[in-house]
Every structure is written in C-alpha cells, then in structure tokens.
Nanobody, 124 residues
Framework: QVQLVESGGGLVQAGGSLRLSCAAS????????MGWFRQAPGKEREFVAAISRSGGSTAYTDSAKGRFTISRDNAKNTGYLQMNILKPEDTAVYYCAGRFTASYDYTSRAYDYWGQGTQVTVSS
C-alpha cells in the first residue's frame, strides 16, 4: 500500500506563489511516477503536471507551463509542485497521485493511489 499526503495549500493573492508537497509512505517513492491533478467546484478533475519515476521527464497542462514546476526528491519520499504567478482560475483542490510505472500519464484513471487533496484559493 501507498499513502500520499498533500500539504502546502492555502489562500494567496493573484500573482503570488505556493509550494505544494506530497509526502509518500509505504512502498518506495522511487518505484512510481507521480502526477498532480486539480478539481474546481462543479468541474471534473483535470491534469496539471506529472513527473517520471526518475524525475528525468516532466509534463504540464498548457495553463501551467511557465508558471508551475513539478519536482521530486526520492531520498525524502516527497514530491513538489511549485506554483508561481497564481491566478484566480487556479483555485481548486489539488491532488497528488502515484502509478507504479516508470512513466507518467495524463489521465486520472491511470493512477493507482491518491492523496486526500489540499485546497488552493487564489483571490483576485
């Protein structure tokens, strides 16, 4: 089993920054690729960013490119999502997810484990 716990969410003004963390326990963090997804009220869960098991490959949704950076520290069993230049439309619950393959996927159903989510609210 794998447990994922997100932290770092909160309320921030537009243009500000937040750094989300995803702490993993259970099976070794280095065994799985990681993704970040978000879900706003009344909307479906959507892909934000993902990183391969080794950290050597990353992907972002178009709205996150140039503003968000995904990273991981396998020695610390922790993944990160650095979010800069935040916009009100980034407001959502953010979830980290893991899948037991080397590569990431853009779809939520491809992931085996999920955290409980952390709320990010960006005020205008």
């Amino acid at each position: 089993q794998v447990q994922l716990v997100e932290s770092g969410g909160g309320l921030v003004q537009a243009g500000g920054s937040l750094r989300l963390s995803c702490a993993a326990s259970g099976r070794p963090f280095s065994m799985y690729a990681m993704g970040w997804f978000r879900q706003a009220p009344g909307k479906e869960r959507e892909f934000v960013a993902a990183i391969s098991r080794s950290g050597g490959s990353t992907a972002y949704t178009d709205s996150a490119k140039g503003r968000f950076t995904i990273s991981r520290d396998n020695a610390k069993n922790t993944g990160y999502l650095q979010m800069n230049i935040l916009k009100p439309e980034d407001t959502a619950v953010y979830y980290c997810a893991g899948r037991f393959t080397a590569s990431y996927d853009y779809t939520s159903r491809a992931y085996d484990y999920w955290g409980q989510g952390t709320q990010v609210t960006v005020s205008s």
